[in-house]
């Protein structure tokens, strides 16, 4: 189920970046987009932050495995990442 706001975008703002997105890739702006930009200061922002620490800070394993294995849980779950 997908809310209408977060699919369409809650400001205009957001509607025209979306419009943007499409005109210039051919394709609609994915999910995880959308999520990240409804209501931006109460989950988008502080979810980014949290993304980028985990896949940016400290760790035994490098950059490029985590990407690695974001992408493989990915695609278990049929998300297109």
């Avoid at 209408?4 to 975008?9: L, P, Q, S, T």
């Avoid at 930009?37 to 989950?43: L, N």
């Amino acid at each position: 189920m997908r809310l209408k706001n977060v699919a369409r975008g809650d400001r205009l703002s957001v509607q025209l970046l979306y419009a943007f997105m499409r005109i210039v890739s051919g394709f609609r702006a994915p999910d995880v987009v959308r999520t990240l930009q409804y209501h931006r200061h109460q989950f988008g922002v502080p979810h980014a932050f949290h993304t980028h620490e985990v896949m940016r800070g400290p760790s035994e394993w490098t950059i490029a495995e985590r990407e690695l294995f974001a992408a493989f849980v990915s695609r278990l779950n049929r998300c297109l990442f």
